[in-house]
Every structure is written in C-alpha cells, then in structure tokens.
C-alpha cells in the first residue's frame, strides 16, 4: 500500500521560508513522476511543482524562481522549498505521485495523493 506523509507546513509572514517534506513509503517504481500541487479555500487544487525520475522540474508561474523541487530517493523524500512567500501561496498543499508515463501538473493524472499540509502566509 502506498503511503505519502506530508510534514512541514506552519505560519509564517510574507517574505518568509518554509520547506515541506513528503515520506512516500510503499512506492517501489521510482520511475515515476512526483509532484507538489495545492488548494486554497474555494478554489481547485492547483499543480504547484514536478519532479521526473531524472531530475527534471517544471513549475507553475506563480512560484518559478521561489519554490524549488528535489527528492531524495534514498530516503524515499520529495521536498518542496518555499522561500519569499506570499499570502496568495496559503493553500493546503499536497504530494502526489503521478500515473506511470504522465509527467503532467494536472490532477487528473495523480495516481496518490498525501493527505496534505497547511501553509498559510500573513501579510
């Protein structure tokens, strides 16, 4: 069974940093694609960050130069550094491990989701 456990989020005021970590246990194929995506109140969950098994990333707009995306495969750890935070980034924030052969930040091809962390930025 596969298993994502999110840790990391917290309060902070804007401009500051935060990094998320997510344990991905029962997860042998590391082929696959990992991703960090996000949902604020009211609003869809939105792809945030990818990762490729080869180390390839791709970001949304709105965090490109701000958010960094790594993994540590040999402690089965994807990360999400957050750094000149904003209010708009406050979302619930969720790791996922994306359908074999899909590299894409839509939910769509998300083949398992962490129960989330709360990031939540004041101004």
């Known amino acids: 069974q596969v298993q994502l456990v999110e840790s990391g989020g917290g309060s902070v005021q804007a401009g500051g940093s935060l990094r998320l970590s997510c344990v991905v246990s029962?997860?042998?194929?590391?082929?696959?694609?990992m991703a960090w995506f996000r949902q604020a109140p009211g609003k869809e969950r939105e792809g945030v960050a990818i990762?490729?098994?080869?180390?390839?990333?791709s970001y949304v707009p709105s965090v490109k130069g701000r958010f960094t995306i790594s993994q540590d495969n040999a402690k089965n750890t994807l990360y999400l550094q957050m750094t000149s935070l904003k209010p708009d980034d406050t979302a619930m924030y969720y790791c996922a491990v994306e359908s074999r052969g899909r590299c894409i930040l839509d939910t769509r091809f998300v083949a398992y989701w962490g129960q989330g962390t709360q990031v939540t930025v004041s101004s």
């Open positions: 990762i490729a098994s080869n180390g390839w990333t």
């Open positions: 029962g997860y042998t194929d590391r082929t696959n694609c």
